[in-house]
T-cell receptor
């Protein structure tokens, strides 16, 4: 299994809703990442987990709350989002903590905030 | 902070060779990666350079000059399926995991 699986693929939510994005990998990778990508822009790093502990938080607003329940799962909890948070949210994992510059990306969850 | 610049668009004909440049200014540098992303798809890893020089992987090659803070991706024998966005990404090591910061991206259009 060489996939990173993200659910849901599409999500529409209101500004008062609470929702979660889920990411799963079974490749034994010990680093997992959340990136945000706006249309025609590069992916922007949000969070990095290493050995299930939060290693990097790129000053992301608290309305985004990451969670790593175990080495295969990564969640992103969403609450009180703004319309400008509408974007593609990409999850990624790396086999060697990213030391060879290689990340495996999922297909993303496309989020629309109304 | 990190700053990576790429040309926004490149057009080339099928069968040709194209070079996509990347210049960077970073506070920490461990290596330069290249990713391909088709519209609506996930970024996929192409190559990584930690040391100066050329790395070749099939039709794709990547070059790095650390002293010039410069790298490029070379695509040979272009095919229509190579039409995609290409991103360079700087690897910076922070804590126990690496951090990849992506460049502005280059949209490659391959024509007949």
């Amino acid at each position: 299994d060489t996939e990173v699986t993200q659910t849901p693929k599409h999500l529409v939510m209101g500004m008062t809703n609470k929702k979660s994005l889920k990411c799963e990998q079974h490749m034994g990778h010990r680093a997992m990442y959340w990136y945000k990508q706006k249309a025609k822009k590069p992916p922007e790093l949000m969070f990095v987990y290493s050995y299930e502990k939060l290693s990097i938080n790129e000053s992301v607003p608290s309305r985004f709350s990451p969670e790593c329940p175990n080495s295969s799962l990564l969640n992103l909890h969403l609450h009180a989002l703004q319309p400008e948070d509408s974007a593609l949210y990409l999850c990624a994992s790396s086999p060697d903590l990213g030391n060879t510059g290689e990340l495996f990306f999922g297909e993303g969850s496309r989020l629309t905030v109304l | 902070g990190q700053s990576l610049e790429q040309p926004s668009e490149v057009t080339a004909v099928e069968g040709a060779i194209v070079q996509i440049n990347c210049t960077y200014q970073t506070s920490g540098f461990y290596g330069l990666s290249w990713y391909q992303q088709h519209d609506g798809g996930a970024p996929t890893f192409l190559s990584y350079n930690a040391l100066d020089g050329l790395e070749e992987t099939g039709r794709f090659s990547s070059f790095l000059s650390r002293s010039d803070s410069y790298g490029y991706l070379l695509l040979q024998e272009l095919q229509m399926k190579d039409s995609a966005s290409y991103f360079c990404a700087v690897r910076d090591a922070t804590g126990t995991a690496s951090k990849l910061t992506f460049g502005t991206g280059t949209r490659l259009q391959v024509t007949l």
